[in-house]
């Protein structure tokens, strides 16, 4: 932020001369760095929801993935901060544009439009749970399941009216998805909530390939964002595919930084010695599940 730049904030901000500091240090903190965004703010809602907030070098590795790389496909086990950290990443994008004052697509996909709308909805629970309602953040579409759109400046006119809009839109239903800054991709496969033991069908894997390779990946603006998560089905899987995994001296248009991460660190035997997010998951607990 350029010094012309936050004192203007401060002042359309309307912050009291005592406290202007200290507010404005804890925003510059939480704006730059996604880690402390995490531990500042976004773990407001999660401790309303849930009762505490477990960071931690893997939540840190996590959320660094996504800060230092436009592109990324990260595969990993259940109940390891997978669709959280989606909503998290995109209410800090909320967060920022308090400052940034831009119009902001965001796209969210998953394997049918009921589950889409399940996370879309997710969002918009912990955005109320946060300190963003607090802060004057409005949701002008605030019953909706499918759809968001978020400003700071509800009253202005609407020429001064700078929206983040997420849509939720369902991979097997048809893909309609415009162009937008920012597409994530949670889960394309398979519905886990209907059975977390069954694999996805393999015309089903294949026929999802498809519809990622000519109408999703395209969706992202040049200077856009996309990230996918998910745990895995099969070896043919985008996740798997040497095709798409990002390598020193490649293009970042078509290719994601990719991680791929068992549950377990393991030891020189080849045994369990801890999970990768021990402050959450002790070694003990996840070997009796």
Same mark, same amino acid.
């Given at each position: 932020?350029?010094?012309?730049?936050?004192?203007?904030?401060?002042?359309?901000?309307?912050?009291?001369?005592?406290?202007?500091?200290?507010?404005?240090?804890?925003?510059?903190?939480?704006?730059?760095?996604?880690?402390?965004?995490?531990?500042?703010?976004?773990?407001?809602?999660?401790?309303?929801?849930?009762?505490?907030?477990?960071?931690?070098?893997?939540?840190?590795?996590?959320?660094?993935?996504?800060?230092?790389?436009?592109?990324?496909?990260?595969?990993?086990?259940?109940?390891?901060?997978?669709?959280?950290?989606?909503?998290?990443?995109?209410?800090?994008?909320?967060?920022?544009?308090?400052?940034?004052?831009?119009?902001?697509?965001?796209?969210? $996909?998953?394997?049918?439009?009921?589950?889409? @709308? +399940? *996370?879309?909805?997710?969002?918009? !629970?912990?955005?109320?749970?946060?300190? %963003?309602?607090?802060?004057?953040?409005?949701?002008?579409?605030?019953?909706?399941?499918?759809?968001?759109?978020?400003?700071?400046?509800?009253?202005?006119?609407?020429?001064?009216?700078?929206?983040?809009?997420?849509?939720?839109?369902?991979?097997?239903?048809?893909?309609?998805?415009?162009?937008?800054?920012?597409?994530?991709?949670?889960?394309?496969?398979?519905?886990?909530?209907?059975?977390?033991?069954?694999?996805?069908?393999?015309?089903?894997?294949?026929?999802?390939?498809?519809?990622?390779?000519?109408?999703? $990946?395209?969706?992202?603006?040049?200077?856009? @964002? +996309? *990230?996918?998560?998910?745990?895995? !089905?099969?070896?043919?899987?985008?996740? %798997?595919?040497?095709?798409?995994?990002?390598?020193?001296?490649?293009?970042?248009?078509?290719?994601?930084?990719?991680?791929?991460?068992?549950?377990?660190?393991?030891?020189?035997?080849?045994?369990?010695?801890?999970?990768?997010?021990?402050?959450?998951?002790?070694?003990?607990?996840?070997?009796?599940?």
């Amino acid at each position: 932020m350029k010094q012309d730049n936050r004192l203007d904030f401060i002042k359309k901000m309307g912050w009291n001369e005592s406290n202007q500091k200290t507010l404005m240090e804890f925003y510059s903190r939480t704006y730059r760095d996604f880690k402390c965004f995490l531990d500042e703010i976004f773990s407001i809602a999660i401790k309303k929801l849930y009762n505490s907030w477990i960071s931690g070098p893997y939540v840190y590795h996590c959320a660094d993935l996504l800060q230092l790389n436009r592109r990324t496909m990260y595969v990993g086990p259940r109940q390891h901060f997978k669709s959280v950290r989606f909503y998290a990443y995109i209410m800090w994008q909320i967060w920022r544009n308090l400052y940034d004052k831009r119009n902001i697509r965001i796209n969210y $996909f998953s394997y049918n439009q009921d589950l889409a @709308e +399940m *996370h879309t909805w997710n969002i918009k !629970q912990y955005v109320l749970k946060s300190n %963003f309602p607090a802060w004057g953040l409005i949701d002008n579409n605030s019953t909706a399941k499918s759809l968001a759109e978020y400003t700071w400046n509800k009253g202005s006119s609407q020429s001064e009216q700078h929206i983040t809009s997420i849509k939720a839109l369902g991979i097997m239903g048809g893909v309609r998805g415009e162009h937008s800054e920012f597409c994530f991709i949670d889960d394309p496969y398979r519905d886990d909530r209907k059975d977390k033991n069954a694999g996805a069908d393999p015309n089903t894997v294949i026929k999802i390939n498809g519809i990622l390779e000519e109408a999703v $990946f395209p969706i992202p603006t040049r200077d856009g @964002e +996309m *990230h996918i998560i998910g745990t895995p !089905q099969s070896f043919s899987d985008v996740f %798997f595919q040497e095709k798409y995994q990002w390598k020193p001296g490649l293009s970042e248009i078509r290719t994601f930084k990719t991680n791929i991460e068992p549950v377990y660190i393991y030891g020189p035997e080849g045994r369990p010695i801890q999970t990768i997010w021990p402050e959450a998951w002790a070694l003990e607990d996840m070997l009796s599940i």
